[in-house]
């Protein structure tokens, strides 16, 4: 043809045999993403047959990590980061550091060298966040305790990746690579240099881009023009993740996620979320597809031992570290169970993290495709763990002593405090969740004199509660053991404001067998699962759309009552 038409036919043949493999895998009753990956394979160098563009695919993908990174950040606040930073800032600094040397202890092992075996270790050590989100995101915890705990512990380590981005070029010489540029004291310039360059990008991402960005957005919705609010919305997603990357050094993923945080702080933020939905879902299909055409499945036949080795460590290592150390944090098994599940995987870091390894003489080639099926085969298996989660959980409680007492064990957060006073504890209403829709009703309550107390999973924000001689007892009320002590067998009212209704049903069947007359109010963003928990609990369901949509017509009647009758 008289001109290159390689991006189109790329386009085409990934979404085409995505789609195509995506039905078959959902027939066969697999997650669609296994299908996205076969496709890759199929259309990859490593297959006989027709074989896309793999540096546009790759390039194609790094566009659905924005949009997808940008998706997290307008749904993820600061404020949500800084409520979850007891448990993710240890719990993924010390998940990494023991993944990496259960890494290099097995590339020790196989007589690769000391740098071989840190970039490989690190390359395991690190989950996806575009593999987390789907996951959360198809199961409706997003927006839940544990999935702020999850998508905050690999926010976590994404910063970490991104020092290590920088690191290892100063450290290739001694690690026994190529030194390149980089010589004797240049470790402490680029640290740093490193520091600098990413606490300046967030610096100005949080006093200069939290005010401008919002504002522009608003100029742009003014217009009336929806194709232009799509597109400053892109814009801001690409441009400002493109340019925190050749202006601070920081990755494409890290921009756009605090390009969706400061966004979050407009109003528009819900339609935003919106607009871009439908293209960061084409673009997260090309992701997967980028990924499988990486992949030479010859791997799997001349390496079976050392593929089995970096399976084990992705799916069983890392996840029962992180599921110990969850444990050791205090916080619930079903919490620890979701941060292994979402652990059991890696992604694109681990790519570019094997890729520059290359680049600088240090991760043998073998090691690239070892990382690479670990990736194929930890993505098609998550979610399955995922539903393996509750079944799970059910099991350990029923066979195991030790699971129960792990549970809840010399957990002083976990009862209430002997100085709480019966009257206290009298026909109080039990509250569960103290989030953004808990901690207003909590306000009301507390003006009006009417005793509660709060059921939450954020020790945190327990603790923080005790201390203003608020009773919170800390843990799932969907755990029998805390509405017990929340005293519910005496509480006149349950409000469950917590936007996760999953476990809903099992909190109010517990409150119902220990107080057969008692009130249960709940929350709920949809009119059919609204319906349902009527019918199944016969509870008082409010939906959030519905009740701003009566406030609103209520202070609109109310003012054109108060206006003057017009003659």
């Known amino acids: 043809m008289p001109h290159n038409i390689s991006l189109i036919t790329t386009i085409a043949a990934a979404l085409g045999s995505g789609l195509l493999f995506g039905m078959l895998a959902v027939r066969m009753r697999l997650p669609a993403l296994v299908g996205y990956l076969a496709a890759g394979v199929l259309i990859g160098p490593a297959t006989p047959g027709f074989v896309a563009d793999v540096a546009l695919a790759s390039q194609l993908a790094e566009i659905g990590v924005m949009l997808l990174m940008f998706g997290v950040g307008l749904h993820f606040s600061l404020d949500d980061l800084m409520e979850v930073k007891g448990i993710a800032l240890p719990g993924a600094v010390l998940q990494i550091t023991v993944a990496t040397l259960m890494g290099m202890g097995v590339s020790h ?74 010589a004797g004291g240049s470790l402490w310039l680029a640290l740093g240099k490193t520091l600098l360059l990413v606490g300046a990008f967030i610096a100005f991402m949080l006093v200069v881009g939290r005010k401008l960005f919002p504002w522009f957005l608003w100029r742009v919705a003014k217009t009336g023009s929806r194709e232009l609010f799509t597109l400053s919305v892109i814009t801001a997603a690409v441009g400002i993740a493109y340019g925190s990357s050749e202006l601070f050094g920081v990755s494409f993923a890290l921009g756009a996620f605090f390009a969706g945080m400061v966004l979050r702080e407009s109003a528009l933020s819900h339609r935003a979320a919106e607009e871009t939905l439908p293209l960061r879902d084409a673009f997260s299909v090309l992701f997967f597809v980028s990924v ?96 393996a989660i509750n079944p799970l959980q059910e099991w350990l409680r029923s066979k195991s002593d030790l699971a129960r007492k792990l549970e809840r064990s010399a957990d002083p957060l976990a009862e209430l405090p002997t100085t709480v006073t019966h009257e206290r504890l009298t026909g109080q209403v039990v509250l569960v969740g103290y989030g953004r829709v808990g901690r207003r009703i909590a306000e009301e309550l507390s003006r009006e004199g ?33 509405l017990i002590q929340a005293h519910i067998a005496r509480a006149s009212m349950l409000v469950i404001a917590t936007p996760d209704t999953f476990h809903v049903r099992a909190m109010i069947k517990t409150a119902k067998a220990l107080n057969p007359d008692i009130r249960c109010v709940v929350r709920t963003h949809s009119e059919e699962e609204a319906r349902l928990l009527r019918e199944e609990t016969g509870g008082t369901v409010f939906v959030g759309e519905r009740e701003l949509a009566r406030s609103m017509t209520d202070h609109v009647l109310n003012g054109l009552a108060a206006a003057p009758t017009a003659h």
């Not at 926010?155 to 690690?175: F, H, I, K």
């Open 292 to 387: 499988g055409m990486l992949f030479d499945p010859r791997v799997l036949v001349e390496h079976p031992i050392e593929v089995l080795a970096v399976v084990a460590i992705v799916l069983f290592g890392k996840s029962l570290a992180a599921f110990i150390l969850v444990l050791a944090l205090r916080y619930p098994l079903n919490t620890a169970i979701t941060v292994s599940a979402s652990l059991a995987q890696i992604g694109e870091f681990s790519f570019i993290l094997a890729a520059l390894g290359m680049s600088l003489g240090l991760l043998p080639e073998l090691g690239q495709n070892l990382i690479l099926a670990g990736a194929i085969i930890s993505i098609a298996v998550n979610p399955l763990m995922f539903k």
């Open 450 to 482: 009417v005793h509660y107390v709060v059921a939450e999973q954020n020790r945190e924000m327990v603790e923080e509660l005790r201390r203003h001689d608020q009773p919170a007892v800390a843990g799932n009320a969907a755990d029998p053991a805390v």
């Open 109 to 182: 092992l196989w007589g690769w060298g000391l740098g071989a075996g840190l970039v490989f270790g690190l390359a395991l050590s690190v989950a996806s966040t575009v593999v987390l989100l789907r996951a959360l995101e198809d199961r409706g915890q997003l927006d839940s305790f544990n999935g702020r705990i999850a998508v905050g512990w690999l926010v976590v380590e994404d910063l970490v990746t991104v020092l290590m981005l920088v690191l290892l070029p100063a450290l290739a010489g001694p690690l026994g690579g190529n030194a390149g540029d980089a």
